[in-house]
């Protein structure tokens, strides 16, 4: 590892910019494009809000970002301590969200999806959910 990033903040939708910006400015030491940055803000956003809308619901919690630098790659990993996804690859699917009245577009893990090289999922029900993302900038993929 060359850097890395810890990041721990209240699970209130006022930080979710607070995360893109903050993971914007770190990995900038790698020269990434603007659109490799876009990306990267857009897939980090769409992670915490899903952990702030979806995974606490209706209650504040925290919510950790880490990023970890390797060469040309950044991991990044967003956690939060909430309510857990019953079903993974049921909300990986395009269009679907727990929270249809809020009216969410149910597109957060596919847009996260097409802007890294590597999305993985964990989740436990009453614990938690954990996403990790790599994303490699002007190089082939290091998938860690």
């Known amino acids: ?12 939708s006022e930080n979710e910019s607070l995360a893109r910006v903050a993971v914007a400015s770190f990995v900038a030491q790698l020269d990434p494009t603007v659109e ?13 809000t899903n952990a702030i809308i979806h995974g606490y619901e209706d209650r504040e919690g ?8 390797f060469d040309r790659t ?8 909430g309510v857990g ?10 269009l679907y ?12 893990m596919t847009i996260m999806e097409s ?7 964990d989740s436990t029900l009453g614990q938690g959910t954990r996403v990790t993302m790599v994303k490699t900038f002007g190089a082939e993929p290091n998938l860690m």
């Open 74 to 81: 950044v991991r990044i990993v967003i956690e939060d301590a």
């Open 36 to 48: 490799e940055l876009t990306e990267l803000k857009t897939a980090v956003s769409e992670a915490v």
């Open 62 to 69: 925290e919510v950790r970002v880490e990023c970890a630098l």
């Open 97 to 108: 969200t727990s929270r249809p009245e809020l009216e969410r577009s149910g597109m957060g």
């Open 1 to 12: 590892m060359d850097n890395y990033l810890r990041l721990q903040f209240p699970s209130r």
């Open 85 to 94: 996804i019953p079903d993974i690859e049921e909300a990986r699917q395009p």
């Open 115 to 121: 802007f890294v090289d590597m999305l993985e999922v």
